[in-house]
């Protein structure tokens, strides 16, 4: 086995390293920068050179965090490293492990659409593909995320001519960029943004990604200037005093869950906007394809039925359990969104 | 149909009542008037009967989109929505359809009632290709007959009357009863004068709000008449033209259902509406609640049941007498005339509601805690001057219901709920202790908020002993208060006993599963009934 699953996560032998732990190891490999994949206190961190920036801002400021660019293969140990785009968020990457000519790759968190605020997809031959699987049942598929985003764009004019500022939650890191850059050139009015996603703008400006301007909603003050805004947040805004700033309000949130009626009315948010960062069904089982594959490893998310389906085809297929939550509906996920929306 | 699915989207995103109105009247002032005769019919709550049985589209539903049947259950416990899984399963559509909405219903969907197999694959197999969307979910949900859109009753008709200019209380007048769903209704429904035929139209129920403040803020006791609040089938029986009509609030004609109702109302004279509670009712006192569903729920009404379960109209107002609309007098003279109606206080199975004596509000109070020995549920307070109004207003009737029953048990099971909460668990079975035993009692799946219900599901998630397919055991050591209103014995349940309307009140996280009650106290709660 060139990895195999321990109490502490995945785990290469040969090469000494550690895959997205959840604990605290010697070397550290981290596909994105998202918390559940990205934790605290290993002694070394690396990461993909587009991403480094992004991991800086999420990690303890003295961490120890090396790059590498896109494809550049090195050797630790008796293993060959290389990572490769995965399309999830700025710098998210999957990581390619050869041991004796045997091909594993981790997925991490991936989606297949391209989008502007980071390097798209590609599929990596291997012999055995650890893939997640948020959304692994058939009743996700996405819509071209144009389509969502002329949605959007509606919900949004029609809110300014109502007077009311246009709310939206996605996570921090990752959605909100996309949510900026995807609504570049229609713009209603200006974009506020809670501070969580203001300082992550900043980190995705710095690595070179182009968002419209945006200003951090604690600068804009006056309720005036607020009304035709869109203001994006993270999901812990939802129902928090930090929203009472913004006067009139309609509330949206941006995630692949909307796509089902239940979880959208369960939010209690007016609108529901199915736009997702993960694979949804089909493009799941094609990237699973493209890999040529025999053997699959199926983690967080609807793991069952993916490597029941997998099975019904022939390929060798195994659930295995993470920490790793992908995209949750549930407030927290966001660490660094507390902050401000628990203060004053 | 792309029109009333967006109203559908527009109603379904919103919360804010006025954005509601504004979305209905929008589409009733713009659509076709058989459209909106449609529309009306199914805000008002109607749906089509299930035209197709469900697991029929769902055969369809998986052949079409290469879905086997164990992927199908899987999204299902997800999504917790038949029409809805299969709306997301399907393969998108590759035309569209700019049919109307009443071409649809009446050209596509009734006709499906009744057909072959065959036929009816080929009229939905083609549909489902020309809608995407919330069109494609709505259309699921009218040919499963489980169409529904959540928007109150008076708000429909406060959108008809911004629609037409028409008075709200003449519009809800007007939708009363068999309302059928064509152009020329919708014309009469908004039209400024009607003549109006429909003699077997009930009248807008009048409702009451529960008490918020203290009686004694009520004013002076000699404003107000008070009768015992019965817990039965609110009913208005009509008489016009020598003909009986009896309707359940529901807006149902049960004329048929209870035949000793229908015969009594052939006594009363032309142009009488009467306004009560059907009971189940033997030697002067009604039979517990659970008896008249025995009754409702047969098909045939035969000498046995009407004999075993007979049943009375408790009388409390008065709408119409000699054929005139009386809803604008005050209510004492409308009782006044009830009482001159019903001779003595009781004509056959018609009773008249009797007034709780009371000298002050404490006597009141006192009639209130003991209604349970009146098999009542409570009192109602009426403003002796009030007219007979439209729909549920504060103010004028107020029902003081007695506090519920309360114990603290344990959950034992949980499964997830349907709809919104088919990713969650929220429906709860509970116990009480029988020795050291827990016994199940009750299931309840109301009462906790949003965050209450996502915190217990990842505790549930954590705590679970066995899954038995959706339902889980978990570990014996969440409390919770629960709160119903009636208890009876019960042979089918284990613990012997059944409660009605269990809820949750509160999440006891301050006991332990040992400090909750036992069945003995339950078996105690029976006797006081």
Redesign the interface.
């Known amino acids: 086995m060139v990895l195999t699953m321990t109490s502490a996560g995945l785990y290469c032998e040969a090469g000494d390293f550690y895959i997205d732990p959840w604990k605290p190891v010697e070397r550290a490999v981290i596909t994105h920068a998202h918390g559940d994949h990205a934790r605290w206190g290993s002694h070394a961190y690396l990461c993909s050179a587009e991403g480094e920036a992004v991991l800086r801002a999420r990690l303890d400021p003295a961490a120890r965090v090396q790059s590498v660019s896109w494809g550049e293969s090195f050797q630790l140990g008796e293993a060959r490293l290389s990572l490769h785009p995965a399309g999830h968020i700025l710098g998210s990457a999957q990581v390619r492990v050869e041991v004796r000519g045997e091909v594993w790759v981790v997925s991490g968190d991936y989606k297949a659409e391209p989008d502007a605020t980071c390097t798209p997809f590609e599929p990596i031959r291997c012999h055995t593909f650890i893939t997640e699987s948020t959304f692994g049942l058939p009743i996700y598929r996405w819509r071209p995320q144009r389509e969502v985003f002329d949605e959007i764009a509606e919900w949004w004019r029609a809110n300014r001519e109502a007077g009311r500022a246009s709310v939206i939650f996605g996570y921090a890191l990752g959605k909100a960029q996309r949510l900026i850059a995807g609504l570049a050139g229609r713009e209603e009015g200006p974009i506020l943004t809670h501070g969580a996603v203001e300082r992550l703008n900043r980190v995705y400006r710095a690595s070179g990604v182009q968002l419209p301007a945006t200003t951090h909603a604690a600068a804009a003050t006056e309720r005036a200037d607020a009304s035709g805004a869109l203001v994006v947040a993270p999901p812990l805004a939802t129902n928090s005093p930090w929203l009472n700033r913004f006067g009139a309000i309609s509330t949206a949130f941006a995630s692949g869950w909307m796509r089902v009626r239940g979880t959208r009315r369960r939010r209690s948010v007016d609108r529901g906007f199915a736009l997702s960062d993960h694979v949804d069904w089909p493009a799941l089982l094609a990237a699973i394809e493209a890999t040529g594959a025999e053997r699959v490893w199926v983690t967080h998310g609807y793991r069952e039925p993916v490597v029941r389906w997998l099975r019904e085809r022939g390929l060798e297929a195994e659930a295995i359990a993470s920490l790793w939550e992908g995209e949750t509906d549930e407030e927290g996920a966001d660490d660094l969104a507390a902050e401000e929306t628990a203060g004053p | 149909m792309k029109r009333f699915a967006k109203l559908f989207d527009e109603l ?4 804010r009542t006025g954005e509601k109105v504004a979305a209905m009247a929008g589409y009733l002032a713009s659509a076709p008037p058989d459209d909106a005769a449609w529309a009306v019919h199914f805000l008002s709550g109607n749906r089509p009967k299930r035209l197709v049985p469900v697991r029929r589209l769902a055969a369809w539903a998986m052949e079409l ?1 290469g ?2 049947s ?2 199908f259950e ?2 299902y416990q ?4 038949l029409a ?2 299969i709306a ?2 399907l393969p ?1 559509p590759d035309r569209s359809s700019d049919l109307s909405l009443s071409r649809w219903i009446e050209e596509r969907l009734l006709p499906l009632s009744g057909q072959a197999e065959d036929v009816q694959r080929e009229v939905i197999v083609q549909a489902w290709g020309e809608l995407g969307g919330t069109e494609r ?1 709505v259309w699921n949900k009218l040919i499963t007959g489980g169409f529904r859109v959540g928007v109150a009753r008076s708000l429909v008709v406060r959108a008809i009357g911004r629609a037409s200019d028409v008075d709200e209380a003449t519009i809800a007048h007007r939708l009363m009863g068999a309302w059928e769903p064509t152009a020329a209704a919708f014309h009469a429904l908004v039209a400024a004068e009607t003549t109006d035929a429909d003699i077997s139209r009930p009248y807008p129920f009048f409702l009451a709000y529960p008490l918020e403040v203290a009686p004694t803020e009520l004013g002076p006791l000699e404003q107000w008449v008070t009768e015992w609040k019965w817990d039965g089938i609110r009913a208005q029986v009509i008489r016009r033209a020598g003909r009986t009509y009896i309707w359940s609030r529901g807006e149902e004609l049960v004329t048929e259902r209870f035949p000793e109702l229908a015969e009594a109302g052939g006594l009363l004279p032309d142009g009488t509406v009467i306004d009560g509670e059907i009971l189940a009712w033997r030697n002067d006192r009604p039979l517990p609640f659970a008896e008249l569903q025995r009754r409702i729920g047969r098909k045939k009404l035969g000498p046995k049941i009407l004999g075993e379960v007979p049943v009375a109209l408790v009388a409390y107002d008065l709408l119409e007498l000699g054929g005139e609309d009386i809803r604008q007098h005050p209510l004492g003279d409308r009782r006044m005339e009830l009482e001159r109606l019903l001779g003595a206080g009781s004509r056959g199975p018609f009773r008249l509601s009797p007034t709780v004596a009371a000298e002050d509000w404490e006597d009141v109070r006192q009639a209130r805690r003991s209604a349970r020995a009146m098999d009542a549920e409570g009192v109602m307070l009426k403003r002796v001057d009030s007219p007979y109004g439209v729909g549920r207003r504060r103010g004028a009737w107020w029902k003081w219901k007695v506090d519920p029953f309360s114990v603290d048990a344990v959950m034992v099971y949980a499964q997830p709920g349907h ?6 668990h929220t429906d709860y079975t509970f116990a009480v202790w029988s020795g050291d035993e827990l016994v199940p009692f009750a299931k309840a799946y109301s009462g906790l908020n ?1 965050a209450e219900i ?1 915190e217990l599901d990842r505790w549930i998630r954590r705590n679970t002993v066995e899954k038995f397919g959706p339902v889980r055991s978990v570990r014996p050591v969440q409390v919770f208060e629960l709160s119903f209103e009636g208890i009876r014995r019960s042979s089918r349940h284990r613990s012997g006993v059944a409660v009605r309307f269990p809820r949750i009140t509160r999440w006891r996280t301050d006991k332990r599963a040992e400090d909750a009650d036992r069945l003995e106290t339950l078996l105690g709660m029976l006797e006081g009934v």
Do not use: I, Q
């Open positions: 379904d995103s919103t919360t989109s879905v086997p164990w992927l899987e999204s997800s999504v917790g929505d809805e899984t997301l399963l998108p979910f709809g919104r909460r088919a990713t969650l949003d996502r």
